[in-house]
């Protein structure tokens, strides 16, 4: 069952396989959010209690969402704890996604698998959320 202890052990999972190099000096949370179809995951740093937290979309419970989908999902989000977003380590780029520096870090850590798969599924999930709007449309 995909609930927030299963999240919590991908997270666990994903970090100590290809983050073992980045140190946790605050508390990170992560748990599943309202069912977004566009945004699949967020990070923010509560400055006040200085904890993390990532939110997963509710559409990822379902399990016809392959693993490595959730698990790409998780690992973006890891990338801007690494890079100093919503997390305490230094600041490597004016902004989060600049030119590139989440695919390039998901390569240099040994993640292309997930990259290659969310790539595979986001191309069908495109087409089926066209139809689905479409429909409603109607
Ligand atoms: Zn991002």
């Known amino acids: 069952?995909?609930?927030n202890t299963w999240l919590l052990s991908r997270l666990d999972y994903l970090w100590s396989k290809h983050f073992a190099d980045i140190n946790q000096?605050?508390?990170?949370?992560?748990?599943f959010g309202r069912f977004a179809r566009l945004r699949f995951g967020s990070i923010m740093l509560d400055r006040k209690s200085d904890s993390t937290y990532i939110t997963i979309t509710g559409m990822f419970q379902d399990v016809k969402i392959p693993l490595e989908v959730v698990d790409h999902t998780i690992a973006h989000e890891l990338c801007?704890?690494?890079h100093g977003f919503s997390s305490p380590h230094v600041r490597l780029h004016k902004y989060p996604h600049e030119g590139g520096v989440i695919k390039k870090e998901m390569e240099r850590r040994g993640m292309t698998y997930l990259y290659k798969t969310y790539r595979l599924w986001i191309r069908g999930y495109?087409?089926?959320l066209k139809t689905y709007y479409r429909r409603r449309r109607i």
């Open 1 to 3: 069952m995909r609930d």
């Open 25 to 31: 000096p605050n508390r990170v949370f992560i748990r």
């Open 80 to 82: 801007h704890y690494t």
């Open 126 to 128: 495109r087409k089926e």
